[in-house]
């Protein structure tokens, strides 16, 4: 067949050269031919853009980890603790007398439908030791169940009988949810007697001896403005996601924690088990409830007046973890969507602040927000969920060793060295946390985009003894949840298995690397968490 010339001087004679190889070919080897073409030319060179791309993501994580990690060694190695870096006296006068050597103190409880818990959280703060006088216990109760909201007023009316000064507070709304309650609360006029106000949320059991440890930090060290201390748990050892979480949680409070307070004196507020400076709240704006992590709301606007936190890790208060997978998602996606939304909207105003210095806005942009909360979920799932199994049914993409071994190992080792009693749970830990990491990562993109889900805000269940109880029995690693199909089965995840399963059977069979090795636990994580095999029943069911 004759072809004209064309306008670019190509005549019949090389368009017949051009497509000879397609014609001598049948239809099937000129599909599998033009496949390879553009998987070497289109899609080959986008993901080499993207292991590019997760390379710099991996080594800023690094760069963050090696940081923070160096500062907490430091801190254990040379007793850097907080008594040596700030005054710390024990209070004077007799506590049973009280006067004017001690503060007057609020104590916070926000609650919700806490039937399991309440009662924990009211008798731990009863029995701290502090001046009757001088103390005010204020249940913010925001229960929707009325059974609840009758059984929490008793309990503070058996407490009232026996001489504590404690206020049962209701709204008609649940305006702002947690920030709303606490807002509501430091209205009332006994609240605006008090210098300090510490704040535990309903699971939380403060020793009797916490106020005494923690208020001579603010009432010595005027620049202080938030004491956080460290979170213990009742429940860790009831189940393999329970025993996850307290590695995840105590590498928090043991590095990122401990690293930010020693360094900038600034960190997150972790919304419970802290003693505030009231004054510093006021001057701060007070609390807002314009995203779902209030808390870290509260702390960056605090930092940006100037004011310190201290983080002191050698005072524990016992809690609950999410026992259940469902829990755990919401809290999950609570945390990771309001504080990348909260990034979104303060951005500016850190970049602009003039009141602290350029070497803390970076850090609290930088290392902060963009690393800790928006990179760190991205790289995790995209690197070691997509782009490497993907890499398997590519093979003109390498990917180099330094990234794929020696960074995510060396990080394994720096949260290794602050867990060595969970060593032998870090592979899981790993491969659940990859499979988090989907999760968080939707909750990342919605924050930032500010979606119409944006401020979800979702209750942490909490079971109370139900979970305690069964720590004292042997517990499988791995169960059921017995509800329906609809709660159980996570759909997404699922299908993810699905196409690992398939990568990794490709690279097993056609492979020239190991890679299905990985690529298979990481499959089957996402099979057993898709199909809800791991966590306690949902209580409600």
């Known amino acids: 067949m004759a072809l004209p010339a064309t306008s670019d001087g190509l005549n019949s004679a090389t368009w017949q050269n051009v497509l000879r190889p397609f014609l001598l070919r049948s239809s099937f080897d000129n599909v599998v031919l033009i496949g390879t073409h553009v998987r070497a030319h289109v899609i080959a060179p986008i993901l ?4 590019v791309l997760c390379m710099v993501m991996s080594f800023m994580l690094l760069l963050e980890a090696v940081f923070m990690s160096a500062v907490s060694v430091y801190v254990k190695l040379f007793r850097r603790t907080p008594e040596k870096r700030y005054k710390w006296e024990a209070m004077g006068g007799d506590v049973e007398k009280g006067g004017l050597d001690y503060p007057m103190v609020l104590v916070q409880i926000p609650m919700y439908n806490e039937k399991e818990v309440y009662h924990l959280s009211i008798r731990a703060a009863c029995a701290l030791t502090w001046p009757p006088d001088r ?33 049962y507070e209701v709204r008609s709304n649940r305006k702002g949810y947690k920030a709303g309650a606490l807002k509501k609360g430091m209205e009332r006029h006994y609240a605006k007697q008090c210098d300090f106000v510490a704040i535990f949320d309903a699971d939380f059991q403060p020793d009797s001896d ?21 979170w213990d748990f009742v429940n860790y050892n009831a189940l393999l996601m329970t025993r996850i979480q307290k590695m995840s949680l105590d590498y928090h409070f043991k590095v990122e924690q401990e690293s930010g307070s020693t360094t900038f004196s600034f960190f ?55 026992s259940t997978l469902k829990a755990y998602r919401h809290q999950q996606h609570r945390w990771t969507c309001g504080a990348v939304n909260l990034f979104r909207k303060m951005g500016w105003d850190i970049a602009t602040n ?3 210095s350029l070497l803390k806005k970076i850090h609290v942009l930088y ?24 890499s398997i049914l590519i093979p003109e993409v390498e990917i180099p060793v330094w990234g794929l071994v020696y960074i995510p190992t060396t990080i394994t080792i720096l949260n290794a060295v602050r867990n060595p009693s969970s060593l032998h749970l870090m592979p899981l830990w790993i491969l659940f946390e990859n499979v988090m990491a989907m999760h968080r990562m939707r909750a990342a993109i919605v924050g930032l985009l500010g979606t119409s889900s944006v401020n979800q805000w979702v209750v942490t269940e909490k079971t109370g003894q139900l979970i305690n109880d ?31 399963f398939m990568c990794a059977s490709y690279n097993l069979v056609f492979g020239n690397n190991n890679y299905h090795v990985f690529v298979f636990l990481q499959a089957v994580a996402f099979t057993i968490v898709g199909f809800g095999f791991i966590g306690a029943p949902n209580p409600t069911s």
Request: charged content about 25%.
């Open 48 to 51: 080499d853009a993207a292991v």
């Open 135 to 167: 103390i005010i216990i204020q249940i913010l109760d925001d229960s929707t169940d009325p059974l609840i909201k009758d059984l929490v007023k008793v309990e503070c009316e058996e407490w009232t009988k026996k001489g504590i000064d404690i206020k």
């Open 210 to 230: 916490f106020l005494l440890k923690t208020l001579p930090f603010l009432v010595h060290n005027p620049k202080i403005a938030l004491v956080q201390t460290r």
């Open 268 to 322: 997150g507020f972790n919304g419970t088990a802290g003693v505030w400076r009231i004054s510093a709240i006021n001057e701060a704006g007070g609390w807002k409830d314009r995203t779902t992590v209030e808390d870290m709301d509260l702390a960056v606007r605090a930092t940006l007046k100037g004011w310190k936190f201290l983080y002191v890790g050698n005072i524990r208060v016992k809690s609950e973890l999410p």
């Open 354 to 356: 003039k009141e602290v």
């Open 367 to 390: 290392s902060f927000f963009f690393v800790k909360r928006v990179i760190a979920p991205i790289v995790t799932f995209c690197f070691y969920c997509v782009v490497i199994p993907v």
């Open 470 to 500: 069964k720590a004292d029995i042997e517990v499988p690693l791995l169960e059921p949840a017995p509800t329906k199909c609809s709660e159980r089965v996570y759909v997404w995840e699922l299908v993810l298995a699905a196409l690992l």
